[in-house]
């Protein structure tokens, strides 16, 4: 569970270099948010707003450790999601194939060339 990373087609098409490097720092952030929990707890205390060691410890927990997904996946579920939710201002969501809206092949690419397996020799805890 975390929070998904969308784009165009036409921007992917043209800035193919800047989302590969983009997609890669972001799952190098969630690898070490995942590692480092002092900057875990700090970094959800930050956003999150508040000082409580004990719900900051529970939502690393949580979060960190529990919910969130490394290296992350695009799921068709989480896209039909997505789709239903927007029914209401969009009906036509309603018939859309999740699949048109999935675009895989940066994470293919980064799995292929090791860099996943590399970010969990370097982040192993």
């Given at each position: 569970?975390?929070?998904?990373?969308?784009?165009?087609?036409?921007?992917?098409?043209e800035?193919?270099?800047?989302?590969?490097?983009?997609?890669?720092?972001?799952?190098?952030?969630?690898?070490?948010?995942?590692?480092?929990?002092?900057?875990?707890?700090?970094?959800?205390?930050?956003?999150?707003?508040?000082?409580?060691?004990?719900?900051?410890?529970?939502?690393?927990?949580?979060?960190?450790?529990?919910?969130?997904?490394?290296?992350p996946?695009?799921?068709?579920?989480?896209?039909?999601?997505?789709?239903?939710?927007?029914?209401?201002?969009?009906?036509?969501?309603?018939?859309?194939?999740?699949?048109?809206?999935?675009?895989?092949?940066?994470?293919?690419?980064?799995?292929?060339?090791g860099?996943?397996?590399?970010?969990?020799?370097?982040?192993?805890?």
């Amino acid at each position: 569970m975390h929070t998904g990373v969308g784009a165009t087609r036409r921007f992917l098409a043209e800035h193919a270099g800047e989302a590969k490097a983009f997609l890669k720092a972001y799952v190098e952030g969630l690898y070490h948010f995942r590692a480092n929990r002092e900057f875990g707890v700090r970094t959800i205390g930050r956003y999150a707003r508040t000082g409580d060691q004990e719900v900051l410890a529970e939502a690393y927990e949580r979060y960190g450790l529990r919910y969130m997904e490394i290296p992350p996946h695009i799921h068709r579920r989480s896209i039909q999601g997505i789709l239903e939710q927007l029914t209401g201002t969009f009906p036509e969501a309603r018939a859309a194939d999740p699949e048109r809206f999935r675009d895989a092949r940066f994470m293919e690419e980064l799995e292929r060339e090791g860099f996943f397996k590399a970010l969990e020799r370097s982040y192993r805890r």
